[in-house]
């Protein structure tokens, strides 16, 4: 039964990408509030996974529960499910032929049917919250990597999202770009946003992680609390994993 | 400690700067490319100057039969004394200030584009694309508002072959997009449709859809149900130049990343929305050079319509200089065509290049 205790459920959930067997019998509560960051080996399926919540990718079985309504072929419910969840991407995916500010704004104008007036004043509210305002009339081509990241969570948290999605937000960056976009992260988390995230910062994955979930070949192969998943992993494959990423 | 310091940014060198570095540079960088240069000069010299002289300076401009030339030189008094009928075909001369009114609406209506300070351009542009073709139907076809009725026979001339282009053009680029929208459906059976129609009408010669519309639709049709020969004739190069329009489209609509769509979906946009403000806008801006293509194949296979019938500028050029007062003059008449055609297509060709720099907002992902 779906439950509106939590924010996200993934019950039993398979993936095929035609033959290939991405997601094996995903099951995943997350709470309100609850920061999750997920780790894995590429082609772990972990970006698949939370591209699921959203349905960017449709899942073959099992069920998935957003805020408690469960995705199906319905799409209304995509469409609200999509109102409620955010997402940031590796590449950001800016609107290259919008204004930084027009990038905020489209959704709340056309989605929300804010007033575009109303619709700027959020759009700076968030802007100012990523520290990013003084760029809101330039073109995304002309950001750097780190602010277009920042101008790209300021997008989603306009929708005012109820779960946030992190899909590798910092593995396209610049070494000297990561940090601000971390930071923006680390606040964002501090204020109590349900936040899913694939990274590889094991770093942020200490400060603000409740759960960090290991996954490879399409399945979940250890989660824990962030002190005992990095100091004491439990499974092998999680313990070569952490090795290979931690002693370089 | 040591302090970064980056170093001062120094002016170039003189001799790669200003007239003298840009002729050296262009002209002059080297001996064989010198000897080019000059060979190009000569190879201008002696062709320009007897076309100019030809065309220009022993051209005869005025008269009323082909005895006013004697000079030797084109005889233009031929385009002087008829330039109404090019103009404006059999449109009957009391009422030629209705297509006056709309090649003035037309100018006021683009001019401006070309201008970057003017602020009305987006009002102006839907405009011309609405409200304009309407105005201009009214206006020249008559039957309302007491107008006289000018029944499409009589309509001719530049004025023809520009209402044609226009309204194919006008037309064309809203259902290529579709076409191509279709194209790239989920859905089987909108997909399909489009496939054919776009495979069907880019795979017959303009002449024979051309010839379908004037010759063989009729014999379809009921007795007495019977429509307009240039309706016809429009609705058969709006067909055929969408489909064109659509692969164009289409070429622009698949060049777009995947995560602009994934962007879009994300913020709960939908599909119609997320087409109407994130893809197409970067489609369409990213094929501006292959629609003004289309735009101006549409504009030059207007001529087309002289088979069925049509008297658009070439045919009535044509028939002038067959005519008995002007026999023989073909080379000015198609000089003059040609110009004519050339002068709308460079306009096009600016105007596209002065879009694509205005929209390029310097994203290349």
Same mark, same amino acid.
């Given at each position: 039964?779906?439950?509106?205790?939590?924010?996200?459920?993934?019950?039993n959930?398979?993936?095929?990408y035609g033959?290939?067997?991405?997601?094996?019998?995903i099951?995943?509560?997350?709470?309100v509030g609850?920061?999750?960051?997920?780790?894995?080996?590429?082609?772990?399926?972990k970006s698949?996974?939370?591209?699921?919540?959203n349905?960017?990718?449709?899942?073959?079985?099992?069920?998935?529960i957003?805020?408690?309504?469960?995705?199906t072929?319905?799409l209304k419910r995509?469409?609200?499910?999509?109102?409620?969840?955010?997402?940031?991407?590796?590449?950001?995916n800016?609107?290259?032929h919008?204004?930084?500010?027009e990038n905020?704004t489209?959704?709340l104008?056309?989605?929300r049917?804010m007033?575009?007036k109303k619709?700027?004043? @959020?759009?700076?509210?968030?802007? +100012?919250?990523?520290?990013?305002?003084? &760029?809101?009339?330039?073109?995304?081509?002309? !950001? /750097?990597?780190?602010?277009?990241?920042?101008?790209?969570i300021?997008?989603?948290?306009?929708m005012?999202p109820k779960?946030?999605l992190?899909?590798?937000?910092?593995?396209a960056?610049?070494?000297?770009?990561?940090?601000e976009?971390?930071?923006v992260?680390?606040?964002l988390?501090?204020?109590?946003?349900t936040?899913?995230?694939?990274?590889?910062e094991?770093?942020?994955?200490?400060?603000?992680?409740?759960?960090?979930?290991?996954?490879?070949?399409?399945?979940? @192969?250890e989660e824990?609390?962030? +002190?005992?998943?990095?100091n004491?992993? &439990?499974?092998?494959?999680?313990?070569?994993f !952490? /090795?290979?990423?931690?002693?370089h | 400690?040591?302090?970064?310091?980056?170093?001062?940014?120094?002016?170039?060198?003189?001799?790669?700067a200003?007239v003298i570095?840009?002729?050296r540079?262009?002209l002059?960088?080297?001996?064989?490319?010198?000897?080019?240069?000059v060979l190009?000069?000569y190879?201008?010299?002696i062709t320009l100057v007897?076309?100019?002289d030809?065309?220009?300076?022993?051209?005869?401009?005025?008269?009323?039969?082909k005895s006013?030339?004697i000079?030797g030189?084109?005889?233009?008094?031929?385009?002087?004394?008829?330039?109404?009928?090019?103009?404006y075909?059999?449109?009957?001369?009391?009422?030629?200030?209705?297509?006056?009114?709309?090649?003035?609406?037309?100018?006021?209506?683009?001019a401006?584009?070309?201008f970057d300070?003017?602020?009305?351009?987006k009002n102006?542009?839907i405009?011309?694309?609405?409200?304009?073709?309407?105005?201009?139907?009214?206006?020249i076809?008559?039957?309302?508002?007491?107008?006289?009725?000018?029944?499409?026979?009589?309509?001719?001339g530049?004025?023809?072959?520009?209402?044609?282009?226009?309204?194919?053009?006008?037309?064309a680029?809203p259902?290529?997009?579709v076409?191509?929208?279709g194209?790239?459906?989920?859905?089987p059976?909108?997909?399909t449709f489009?496939?054919?129609?776009?495979?069907?009408?880019?795979?017959?010669?303009?002449?024979?859809?051309?010839?379908m519309?004037?010759?063989m639709?009729?014999?379809?049709?009921?007795?007495?149900?019977?429509?307009?020969k240039?309706?016809?004739?429009?609705?058969g190069?709006?067909m055929?130049?969408?489909?064109?329009?659509a692969?164009?489209v289409?070429?622009?609509?698949q060049?777009?990343p995947?995560?602009?769509h994934?962007?879009?979906?994300?913020l709960?946009?939908g599909y119609?929305?997320?087409m109407?403000?994130?893809i197409?806008?970067?489609a369409?801006?990213?094929?501006?050079?292959?629609?003004v293509?289309?735009f101006?194949?549409?504009?030059?296979?207007?001529?087309?319509?002289l088979?069925?019938g049509?008297?658009?500028?070439?045919?009535?050029?044509?028939?002038?200089?067959?005519?008995?007062?002007?026999?023989?003059?073909?080379f000015?008449?198609?000089v003059?065509?040609?110009?004519?055609?050339?002068?709308?297509?460079?306009?096009?060709?600016?105007?596209?290049?002065?879009?694509e720099?205005?929209?390029?907002?310097g994203?290349?992902r």
């Open positions: 039964m779906a439950s509106t205790d939590f924010a996200v459920q993934m019950i959930v398979n993936k095929w033959e290939f067997h991405v997601l094996k019998d099951n995943l509560n997350v709470s609850e920061r999750i960051v997920i780790c894995g080996p590429s082609g772990s399926g698949t996974m939370i591209r699921c919540i349905r960017l990718e449709e899942h073959q079985a099992g069920q998935i957003v805020g408690g309504i469960e995705l072929h319905d995509i469409d609200e499910v999509r109102r409620e969840v955010g997402m940031c991407f590796q590449h950001f800016l609107f290259p919008l204004t930084v500010l905020c489209l959704a104008i056309w989605v049917k007033p575009k619709a700027e004043e @959020v759009a700076m509210h968030y802007l +100012e919250r990523v520290k990013i305002p003084e &760029q809101m009339n330039k073109f995304p081509g002309q !950001l /750097s990597g780190g602010q277009q990241q920042r101008v790209a300021a997008r989603s948290l306009c005012n779960v946030m992190f899909d590798e937000p910092t593995s960056l610049d070494p000297e770009m990561i940090k976009v971390l930071d992260m680390v606040q988390a501090e204020e109590g946003m936040m899913l995230c694939v990274t590889h094991m770093g942020f994955a200490k400060l603000v992680a409740d759960r960090v979930i290991f996954m490879d070949a399409g399945q979940v @192969v824990n609390k962030p +002190e005992p998943f990095f004491d992993p &439990q499974n092998d494959r999680t313990k070569l !952490l /090795s290979q990423i931690l002693n | 400690m040591n302090e970064f310091k980056p170093l001062p940014n120094l002016p170039p060198p003189v001799a790669t200003g570095g840009w002729l540079a262009n002059f960088p080297s001996p064989f490319s010198a000897l080019l240069t190009g000069i190879f201008l010299y007897p076309f100019l030809w065309a220009v300076f022993s051209a005869d401009w005025f008269g009323t039969d006013a030339c000079s030189g084109a005889c233009w008094a031929f385009v002087t004394s008829r330039i109404d009928f090019f103009i075909g059999f449109f009957p001369t009391s009422e030629v200030w209705r297509i006056n009114i709309c090649f003035a609406l037309f100018v006021i209506s683009f401006p584009q070309f300070a003017f602020p009305y351009k102006l542009g405009f011309s694309l609405t409200v304009f073709p309407a105005i201009s139907y009214v206006l076809s008559g039957g309302w508002f007491g107008l006289v009725e000018v029944s499409t026979e009589k309509w001719g530049l004025s023809l072959t520009l209402m044609l282009a226009y309204v194919g053009i006008v037309a680029l259902f290529g997009v076409l191509a929208l194209r790239r459906s989920q859905l059976v909108i997909r489009c496939i054919l129609f776009i495979e069907w009408w880019r795979g017959v010669p303009l002449i024979s859809v051309l010839f519309s004037s010759v639709l009729p014999l379809f049709l009921p007795e007495g149900m019977n429509f307009d240039l309706l016809r004739a429009l609705i190069i709006i055929f130049q969408s489909a064109y329009m692969e164009v289409r070429g622009g609509l060049a777009i995947r995560g602009q994934e962007a879009a979906d994300a709960g946009l119609w929305k997320s109407l403000l994130v197409l806008p970067q369409l801006k990213l094929v501006i050079p292959g629609i293509n289309t101006i194949a549409l504009f030059k296979d207007t001529t087309l319509v088979i069925i049509l008297f658009e500028v070439l045919a009535s050029v044509e028939a002038v200089v067959r005519g008995a007062q002007w026999r023989g003059l073909t000015e008449g198609y003059f065509v040609g110009l004519c055609f050339w002068v709308f297509c460079f306009g096009m060709s600016r105007y596209s290049q002065k879009l720099r205005k929209l390029n907002t994203h290349k």
